[in-house]
C-alpha cells in the first residue's frame, strides 16, 4: 500500500511568489491535514480537508490556502512569500479524520524563501 | 502559555536504560493524546496513544496519563541507539465534527552506547 506521496520535495522561491504543494493521500483515506514545521515552532497545524471540505484551520493568515479534490488528493497554497514561509510543510493522511488521532505523514515539502 | 510543552533536550540516556519523556498541555478539554517519533529528516510516525488515565504498554514503550495534572508521559525501557530520535506530544480536542491535533515541539532523545 504506498504511502502519502508530496510533491514537490524540495523547492526555492522568492519573496512575493505564490507556491502549490500537492499531497496524495494513502488510498481509502478521506482526511487531509496540512502542518508547517520549522524548528523554533515545531508543527503547526494550517487545514484539515475532508471529503472536499474543510474541517478545522489554524492560525495562519489568509495567504496560505487549500483544497481537496473529488479522489482525495490535496493542494496547498501560499501567495505572497515571505522569508518566514521557509519550512517544511507535512501533509497527513487519516482514514477517518484527525478524529483518531493516528495520521500518516509524507516525507514533506521543504521550502526556502529568499 | 503554549497549549503543549515538552522539554526540547537533548535527553541522554544509555544503552539499556529507561527513558523517561514527558509533555503537559494547557487545555482541560484536551480528549486524547499521541506520542509520535520523528528521525532526523524524516516524517513523524504514531508509536502510542492514549485516552484514559492511567498507563497504557506496548512493548518497551509506556504511555501515563493523568488529567488532572494534566500532564501525559512515555517511557522508553531497555533504550536502544535506535530510539535516539525526536519525540513529539500532540493533543486533540475534538470540537463537534472537527478536531486537529496540537504537537509540542518535541523532546529530542539521544541513546548512548
Known amino acids: 500500500k504506498a504511502g502519502v506521496t508530496q510533491t514537490p520535495r524540495y523547492l526555492i522561491k522568492t519573496r512575493g511568489q505564490q507556491v502549490t504543494l500537492s499531497c496524495s493521500p494513502i488510498?481509502?483515506?478521506?482526511?487531509v491535514s496540512w502542518y508547517q514545521q520549522t524548528p523554533g515552532q515545531g508543527l503547526q497545524f494550517l487545514f484539515e480537508?475532508?471529503?472536499?471540505?474543510?474541517?478545522n484551520k489554524g492560525n495562519f493568515p489568509g495567504r496560505f490556502s487549500g483544497r481537496q479534490f473529488s479522489n482525495s488528493r490535496s493542494e496547498m497554497n501560499v501567495s505572497t512569500l515571505e522569508l518566514g514561509d521557509s519550512a517544511l510543510y507535512l501533509c497527513a493522511s487519516s482514514s477517518q479524520g484527525a478524529n483518531t488521532g493516528e495520521l500518516f505523514f509524507g516525507e514533506g515539502s521543504r521550502l526556502t524563501v529568499l | 502559555q503554549k497549549e503543549v510543552e515538552q522539554n526540547s533536550g537533548p535527553l541522554s540516556v544509555p544503552e539499556g536504560a529507561i527513558a523517561s519523556l514527558n509533555c503537559t498541555y494547557s487545555?482541560?478539554?484536551?480528549?486524547?493524546f499521541f506520542w509520535y517519533r520523528q528521525y532526523s529528516g524524516k516524517s513523524p510516525e504514531l508509536i502510542m496513544f492514549?485516552?484514559?488515565?492511567g498507563d497504557k504498554e506496548d512493548g518497551r514503550f509506556t504511555a501515563q496519563l493523568n488529567k488532572a495534572s494534566q500532564y501525559v508521559s512515555l517511557l522508553i525501557r531497555d533504550s536502544q541507539p535506535s530510539d535516539s530520535a525526536t519525540y513529539l506530544c500532540a493533543v486533540k480536542k475534538a470540537t463537534g465534527t472537527a478536531s486537529k491535533l496540537t504537537f509540542g515541539t518535541g523532546t529530542r532523545l539521544q541513546v548512548t552506547l
Open positions: 487545555d482541560r478539554g484536551s480528549q486524547s
Open positions: 480537508y475532508f471529503s472536499e471540505t474543510q474541517r
Open positions: 492514549i485516552y484514559s488515565n
Open positions: 488510498s481509502g483515506h478521506r482526511s
